[in-house]
């Protein structure tokens, strides 16, 4: 089984709609990143959350670290063509080892 | 400032061959990581280098090996290559050891082994 779980694989959606995808585990984890990589190019991160409970805005992407920090979650608000691409989340686990979750790969269509 | 560079971009080799890839950090950038993507195993991390110096590797076999210089540019070797060595490998690197909160990834090599 993988550490990280990423859900859904795949989501298609129309221009403005909203979406929101997870990453759940069941180890406790220092801090969570996310990460978005587009065809043809390496991930690039988007966000690090820490605290339990945290909330992170980055313009129409919600980022929230679960209370028990063993889950996170990316809310997208009227998600926009250049939105799509493969969200990663990502945990550090001792000495700089990244684990990775399978990502989950978004399409907004115009 | 410049972005993390990986030449060459494609590489097509046959099994049995081995490759060397090459990885240019950031400007003032001392670690270097290296993590190898597949479609069906995902983002796997292969090594982080500082320093020179190998600090952590992940579970692959031998013949995955690397090597950073005083510049902090960095190559990775793979021999006597394998189907399942196709992949796109991406290359990452920070300030210091460890410090994923600048970690920069490079657009990758993709390599496919025929």
């Known amino acids: 089984t993988q550490l990280l779980e990423q859900s859904p694989q795949f989501l298609s959606i129309q221009e403005g709609e909203n979406l929101t995808v997870y990453c759940n585990s069941s180890s406790v984890f220092s801090s969570l990143q996310w990460y978005r990589q587009e065809p043809g190019e390496g991930p690039v991160l988007l966000v690090t959350?820490?605290?339990?409970?945290e909330v992170k805005k980055l313009k129409r992407l919600t980022f929230q670290f679960g209370d028990a920090r063993k889950d996170s979650s990316l809310h997208i608000t009227a998600a926009q063509p250049g939105d799509t691409g493969l969200y990663l989340c990502?945990?550090?686990?001792?000495?700089?080892?990244?684990?990775f979750g399978a990502g989950t790969r978004l399409t907004v269509k115009p | 400032k410049a972005g993390v560079t990986q030449t060459p971009r494609y590489l097509i080799k046959t099994r049995g061959q081995q490759v060397t890839l090459s990885c240019s950090p950031i400007?003032?950038?001392?670690?270097v990581s290296w993590y190898q993507q597949t479609p069906g195993q995902g983002l796997q991390f292969l090594f982080e280098?500082?320093?020179?110096?190998?600090?952590n590797k992940g579970n692959f076999p031998g013949r995955f090996s690397g090597r950073q210089f005083s510049n902090s540019r960095s190559e990775m070797n793979v021999s006597t290559l394998e189907l399942g060595d196709s992949a796109l490998y991406l290359c990452?690197?920070?300030?210091?050891?460890?410090?994923?909160?600048?970690?920069?990834f490079g657009p990758g090599t993709r390599l496919t082994v025929l």
């Open positions: 990502a945990v550090p686990l001792n000495n700089n080892d990244m684990r």
């Open positions: 959350v820490v605290t339990g409970g």
């Open positions: 400007s003032g950038h001392r670690s």
């Open positions: 990452a690197s920070s300030l210091a050891a460890g410090d994923t909160d600048t970690q920069y």
């Open positions: 280098y500082f320093s020179e110096t190998q600090r």
